[in-house]
C-alpha cells in the first residue's frame, strides 16, 4: 500500500467515525504522522481528499457485496442477495450522505452523481442476464422499470421519514417493494426462484 492509499484509508475510517465537518486537516496530519504541506501536495484541500475517501469507503461496500453474493445460484439470486445487503450499509451512509449534502454540496453532487451512474449500469447489466438466462420476461419496459426501482428502493434507504404503516420497518418495506418487483416482471422459472429465496430467508411478504 502506498502512501497516498494509506492516507486515503486511515482518513475514511476517521470520517467515518468522527463525522465529516468535525475532522480537519490538522487532525488528520497529526493522527497520521504526517504534514500538513504533504496532505496539501498530495490532496489539494480537504474537499478532494474527502472526495477520494468516500469514493473508497463506498466502493469497499460494493466490493464486500459482491463477495457476499458470489456463491449465489442464479443471476436473479445474486441480484436479490444484492439488494437485502446493501441495508446492513444504509445507517452509516444515509449519516455521511446527509453530512455532505449539508457541509459539502460540490462533493456529495461528485459521489452521487457517480455511484447512480455506476449502480444503475450495474443494475441495468444484471437484468440483461436475467432475461437472457430466462428468469424475468422480457416483454416490459427495462429502462423505465429499473429506474423505477432504483430511485423507489433508493429513497426507502435514504429517508427515515417516510410515512410506514405500523409494524412496517424501512428493511421490511425495502424487502417488499425488491420481491413485488421482480414478482411482477419473473418468469415462471424467475418465480421459482424467488419464491425460493423468500421461504430460505424467512422473509415476511
Same mark, same amino acid.
Given at each position: 500500500?502506498?502512501?497516498?492509499?494509506?492516507?486515503?484509508?486511515?482518513?475514511?475510517?476517521?470520517?467515518?467515525?468522527?463525522?465529516?465537518?468535525?475532522?480537519?486537516?490538522?487532525?488528520?496530519?497529526?493522527?497520521?504522522?504526517?504534514?500538513?504541506?504533504?496532505?496539501?501536495?498530495?490532496?489539494?484541500?480537504?474537499?478532494?481528499?474527502?472526495?477520494?475517501?468516500?469514493?473508497?469507503?463506498?466502493?469497499?461496500?460494493?466490493?464486500?457485496?459482491?463477495?457476499?453474493?458470489?456463491?449465489?445460484?442464479?443471476?436473479?439470486?445474486?441480484?436479490?442477495?444484492?439488494?437485502?445487503?446493501?441495508?446492513?450499509?444504509?445507517?452509516?451512509?444515509?449519516?455521511?450522505?446527509?453530512?455532505?449534502?449539508?457541509?459539502?454540496?460540490?462533493?456529495?453532487?461528485?459521489?452521487?452523481?457517480?455511484?447512480?451512474? =455506476?449502480?444503475? %449500469?450495474?443494475?441495468?447489466?444484471? $437484468?440483461?442476464?436475467? /432475461? *437472457? !438466462?430466462?428468469?424475468? @420476461?422480457?416483454?416490459?419496459?427495462?429502462?423505465?422499470?429499473?429506474?423505477?426501482?432504483?430511485?423507489?428502493?433508493?429513497?426507502?434507504?435514504?429517508?427515515?421519514?417516510?410515512?410506514?404503516?405500523?409494524?412496517?420497518?424501512?428493511?421490511?418495506?425495502?424487502?417488499?417493494?425488491?420481491?413485488?418487483?421482480?414478482?411482477? =416482471?419473473?418468469? %415462471?422459472?424467475?418465480?421459482?426462484? $424467488?419464491?425460493?429465496? /423468500? *421461504? !430460505?430467508?424467512?422473509? @415476511?411478504?
Amino acid at each position: 500500500m502506498t502512501q497516498r492509499e494509506h492516507i486515503i484509508e486511515r482518513t475514511s475510517e476517521m470520517f467515518v467515525m468522527h463525522g465529516i465537518k468535525s475532522v480537519r486537516m490538522d487532525d488528520i496530519a497529526q493522527t497520521l504522522g504526517v504534514s500538513k504541506r504533504t496532505l496539501y501536495e498530495m490532496f489539494g484541500d480537504k474537499e478532494e481528499l474527502l472526495y477520494l475517501c468516500m469514493s473508497s469507503f463506498l466502493e469497499k461496500q460494493r466490493m464486500n457485496v459482491n463477495e457476499q453474493v458470489r456463491s449465489a445460484a442464479s443471476i436473479l439470486e445474486s441480484i436479490l442477495h444484492g439488494f437485502l445487503n446493501m441495508m446492513q450499509y444504509s445507517d452509516v451512509n444515509n449519516r455521511i450522505m446527509n453530512n455532505l449534502q449539508k457541509f459539502y454540496p460540490t462533493v456529495f453532487q461528485r459521489i452521487h452523481k457517480e455511484c447512480g451512474e =455506476v449502480g444503475r %449500469t450495474n443494475f441495468r447489466n444484471a $437484468i440483461h442476464r436475467c /432475461v *437472457e !438466462e430466462g428468469y424475468l @420476461d422480457e416483454k416490459f419496459n427495462m429502462d423505465l422499470a429499473i429506474t423505477v426501482l432504483y430511485y423507489t428502493a433508493m429513497g426507502v434507504v435514504a429517508r427515515r421519514d417516510f410515512p410506514y404503516p405500523d409494524g412496517v420497518s424501512p428493511q421490511k418495506a425495502f424487502r417488499h417493494i425488491v420481491i413485488c418487483f421482480f414478482r411482477g =416482471v419473473a418468469t %415462471t422459472k424467475g418465480l421459482a426462484v $424467488i419464491d425460493k429465496f /423468500v *421461504e !430460505e430467508n424467512e422473509m @415476511d411478504i
